[in-house]
Structure formats: C-alpha cells, structure tokens
C-alpha cells in the first residue's frame, strides 16, 4: 500500500512533508474517482448545470494525485515540487473564493457547503506541505551551519 516505503515517522524532517503529500493525494484521488464515476451526482449535489466539467476536472485530480503520490514515495520529496503542489492547492481555494465573491448564484446553499468544506482540506493540505518544506529546510540549514 501507500506506506510500503516505510514508517514515515522515522524519515526524519522529510517526514511532515511526505505525510501532506501522502494524505493529499488520497483525498485527490477520492474526489477525482468520484467526479469520473459519478460527474451527473456531482453537478446535482452542488446544483451545478454542466457534469462534463466535473468528469474533466476528476480527470485532473486523478493526474494531480498521482504526481503527489510520486513525490510522497520518494525518501526526500522535491522543495520545488512541494511547493508547486501547495501553490496547486492554494489556487484551488481562491478559484472558490472567487467564484463565491463573483457568481455566488452558480451553487446552491448545499453546494457551497461542499465547496467550501473541499477548500478547508485542500488548504490544510496546502499549509501541511509548506510546513513540512520548511522543516526541512530548517534541517538543512541547521546542519550547514554545525
């Protein structure tokens, strides 16, 4: 399964940052699969005409989840590819901000609880990977300067 590759408390300061990524792409890839399974309940549990976008959109999830899934196996997961995924994630809550400040009436009420509770993981996943870099970093720069 995802945690063959080790016990991720014992992986020293890379630990933090595997443990977002890891968690990341499960809730990715959750959300994906049911966007490609199931786009028709998706755009009718948020109110949203148009299922077509939401079987793309599971289908980019799908891809984003594997990309965290690759970096999250690996014993030191890239600074710069954690920090685009957390960028990806910060992103995802604006785009959600934006469409509640200028299309509020895209979503039902039921679905803006959706969109919003998605946006609150995706920015803890976001903030847990950032975390976790400079956790890292902080054990770089502490063993350059012993």
């Known amino acids: 399964m995802i945690t063959e590759s080790g016990n991720l408390s014992d ?5 933090l940052l595997r443990a977002a990524l890891l968690g990341n792409a499960i809730f990715s890839a959750i959300c994906g699969v049911v966007m490609v399974w199931m786009p028709y309940r998706v755009s009718a549990a948020l109110n949203w005409q148009g299922p077509n976008l939401w079987l793309f959109v599971g289908l980019g999830l799908l891809v984003f989840a594997g990309a965290l899934l690759w970096q999250g196996k690996q014993g030191r997961p890239s600074v710069a590819w954690g920090t685009l995924f957390s960028l990806g994630d910060y992103g995802w809550v604006i785009g ?8 509020p009436t895209v979503m ?3 679905g803006w609880m959706i969109a919003w509770g998605v946006s609150a993981v995706v920015a803890l996943f976001g903030s847990l990977q950032l975390l976790g870099i400079a956790r890292m970093m902080r054990k770089v720069l502490d063993a350059i300067e012993e």
Do not use: R
């Open 11 to 15: 992986t020293g300061s890379t630990g």
């Open 96 to 103: 959600t901000v934006w469409l509640g400040m200028f299309a």
């Open 108 to 110: 039902s009420g039921d």
